[in-house]
């Protein structure tokens, strides 16, 4: 019967505690405002923000004092979006992320976000969005998204993401869900550390075809091809001596004549962890790799690894002359969950 | 349902309680998307915070929630906002096979009979009863419900007796 599996259908279906919590939140609120609606005056609290905003006019105060932002909101909203017109917010995983302040001009909307570790010590000056957060609006967009700040009382950084109608067209309207559903933190830095091995020792490879998922460099095109879907890896062995935590290294060698230094990460998309290399002379010249290119394959147990390899245009002949060196992001933390806040953008 | 009458100022909680389910499922009903009802859920409660309506019994209430719901979906479909919309992947997932088909098959239905089926199955309400809680006449309910019948049937074929 339609009507028996409908209605099973639709026991399966009820809204989230943290939606309920938000409504409640926002009755709380609604009966502060009212509290306040009776106890100042509207001239009162004009004049009293008057006298405020001349001593502090960034949204940053606003948010450290949300007391202060709610007393201009009983006045304008105008005034109140000059400051900081968004705050909303979601928690989850005892991680809260608030839309602090939106500034919107001709097809670029700058958007400033909080994410607040309410219970212990994931989120750090180091914390990153990488590629987890995604924008959802009614039109085409370009967006980027840096850390702007971190105040380690609160333990919160604070972002700024800025997208640009892809159209060049005046952002007017409508509204945006911007969400996160994980973040890095906890990063180490390795910069130009030594890679402490005799080059002259290197051998001639045994190479293999790989598929590519990526590339770049000086001479990517020249050696590669820009349409080239496949390309020469040296065959990688077990993970060899490397001071970087959470990076392999896993072979070092020639192909046709080119030296190729190749390292891999397990589960990259969930801890970013990249670098690279470059070498050293005599006279400490540094020589850029002359390509690299990215490839990945599966372990035995399914886990995704992502290869990268360096290419140098170095011969077996000179490569004694030469040192290996490299830069290394890793991150040791990652904290998954669902934060996501609609708002409008006008 | 509860018929107990709540007084607005001490028992929002009760309200949410009794009629977040219901409302929440409505939304979905309409949208079939778990953000779009999401938003509908919010925006009904928040409805409900600002106007502080006062009913006489719990089945004006149960007809306010119903007939808001229903204005706010609508509002939300016509928007401008949701025609540029791209829908996202489906969020929501049941926990029996057969339940997700039944879920993409009535997203086949059209959206203007979606509602009329969730009240006449799910809410048990009878043709006069919607008629009077959309406002709307019996005999568009009636058309509008037989219409959505022949609907399902077709999307339907014979796995379900419509």
Known sequence: MFKDKYYSMNEEIYPGNQIINKIKSKYKYQCKRSKLKMIFSKPIIIFIVLIICSFTTTPIIAYNVPAFYELIYQISPMSAQFFMPVQESCEDNGIKMEVISTYIHDSTAEIYIALQDLRENRVDETTDLFDSYYIHCPFDTMATCKKVGFDEASKTATFLISITECDNKRITGNKITFSVNKFISGKHEYNHIPVRMDLSDIKESNSKEVSLIGGGGEKYGEYVGSNTETNNAIVSSASMDFPVKGIDFTGIGFVNNMLHVQTSVIDALNNDNHGYFYLRDENENIIESAYSFNFIENTNNGERVDYNEHVFDVSPLEIDKYSLYGTFVTSNLLTEGNWRVTFPIN | ?162
């Open chain 2, 1 to 162: 349902m509860d018929k107990q009458s709540f007084t607005f100022n001490d028992c929002l909680e009760d309200v949410i309680n009794v009629y977040a389910n219901m409302v929440y499922r409505i939304a979905f009903s309409y949208t079939r998307d778990k953000s779009n009802a999401d938003d509908i859920f919010q925006e009904v409660f928040f409805r409900y915070i600002r106007k502080k309506p006062i009913f006489e019994t719990e089945e004006h209430r149960k007809a306010w929630f119903i007939r808001v719901t229903a204005n706010c979906c609508k509002k939300m479909w016509s928007s401008a906002w949701m025609k540029k919309m791209v829908p996202l992947e489906d969020n929501i997932k049941f926990e029996m096979a057969e339940t997700n088909n039944l879920h993409y098959e009535l997203k086949k239905l059209p959206i203007k009979y979606r509602t009329v089926i969730h009240l006449f199955y799910y809410e048990d309400l009878s043709i006069e009863e919607i008629s009077k809680t959309l406002k709307k006449k019996p005999s568009t309910i009636r058309t509008q419900l037989t219409r959505a019948r022949y609907k399902l049937k077709e999307i339907l074929k014979e796995d379900y007796d419509v």
